[in-house]
C-alpha cells in the first residue's frame, strides 16, 4: 500500500541535472587529487617500510596499519574539525576531503607499491650498481619504472575504492553530487529518485574506470610477450 501510494518525482532530478553533474565534477576532482596524494605519500611509505632500519621501517609499519584500520567517515571528521580544535589548522571543506581520502588511499597504496617493487629482482639493481650507477640511480631508473609497471592494475583498483569512498564528504559539507541528492531530497521528499541518479552515475564512472583498467591490463600483458 504504501510503495503504491508513493508519487514519483522524475521531474525534480531533471530539474536538478546541472546540479547533479556539477557535483559529480566535485567529486571526480576530489578523487582525482586524493589519489595523487595517495600515490606521492604511498611511495614514501614503502620505501620507507622496505628500510632494513627499524627506525624507519616500523614508524612506516604503524602508520600503513593506523590509516586502514581507522573508518574514512571518522577519519574525515578527525581531519576537518579535530586539526582546527587541537592545531587551529583551518582547512576548506575540500581540502580536508582530499587529505583524508589521500592520507587513507596512501596506506594501501604504500602496500602495492612494497608488493611491487619486492617483484622485481634484485639482482637488476645489483646489475645496475655494478653499471656505474648510484642506488638512487639505480632506484629510479630500473627497480621504479618496472614496479610502478606492476602497480597499475591492483593501482586502478584502489583508485576505484578512493571514487566510492569520495561519496562520503557530503558529511562535512563539499557541495559534491550526494550533498545536492540530499538537499533538494529533503525539501521535494523525492529520496529514491535522487539518491537512485546520483547511485547510478557512480556506478557508471566506476563501470569506466574498471573497463580502463582492463583495457590497460590486457596491453601490458601483450607488451610482456611481445618483449
Known amino acids: 500500500m504504501l510503495a503504491a501510494a508513493y508519487n514519483y518525482r522524475w521531474d525534480v532530478v531533471a530539474a536538478n541535472v546541472d546540479g547533479l553533474v556539477s557535483g559529480l565534477v566535485v567529486t571526480l576532482r576530489l578523487t582525482a587529487v586524493g589519489m595523487g596524494i595517495a600515490l606521492v605519500v604511498g611511495l614514501v611509505v614503502a620505501v620507507l617500510r622496505l628500510s ?11 602508520y600503513i596499519e593506523l590509516l586502514r584500520g581507522v573508518p574514512l567517515f571518522v577519519f574525515l571528521f578527525l581531519v576537518y574539525y579535530g586539526l582546527a580544535q587541537a592545531f ?13 581520502l589521500g592520507l587513507t588511499g596512501s596506506a594501501y597504496m604504500a602496500e602495492i607499491y612494497r608488493g611491487a617493487l619486492s617483484a622485481v629482482g634484485g639482482g637488476q639493481r645489483e646489475a645496475a650498481l655494478a653499471m656505474g650507477l648510484t642506488p638512487l640511480q639505480a632506484f629510479r631508473d630500473v627497480t621504479l619504472p618496472q614496479a610502478l609497471r606492476v602497480a597499475v592494475p591492483p593501482g586502478m583498483n584502489l583508485l576505484i575504492a578512493l571514487l566510492k569512498g569520495a561519496t562520503l564528504v557530503s558529511v562535512i559539507g563539499i557541495s559534491d553530487m550526494f550533498y545536492l ?10 529520496p529514491f529518485e535522487m539518491y537512485t541518479v546520483a547511485g547510478f ?7 569506466a574506470l574498471a573497463g580502463l583498467a582492463f583495457l590497460l591490463e590486457r596491453r601490458m600483458a601483450r607488451v610482456d610477450r611481445e618483449a
Not at 632494513?52 to 604503524?62: D, F, H, I
Not at 583551518?90 to 583524508?100: N, Y
Open 201 to 207: 552515475a557512480i556506478v557508471a564512472v566506476t563501470v
Open 181 to 190: 541528492a540530499r538537499v533538494v531530497s529533503l525539501a521535494n521528499f523525492t
Open 88 to 100: 587551529g589548522l583551518v582547512l576548506s571543506p575540500f581540502a580536508a576531503g582530499a587529505v583524508a
Open 52 to 62: 632494513r632500519s627499524p627506525l624507519l621501517r616500523l614508524p612506516a609499519l604503524g
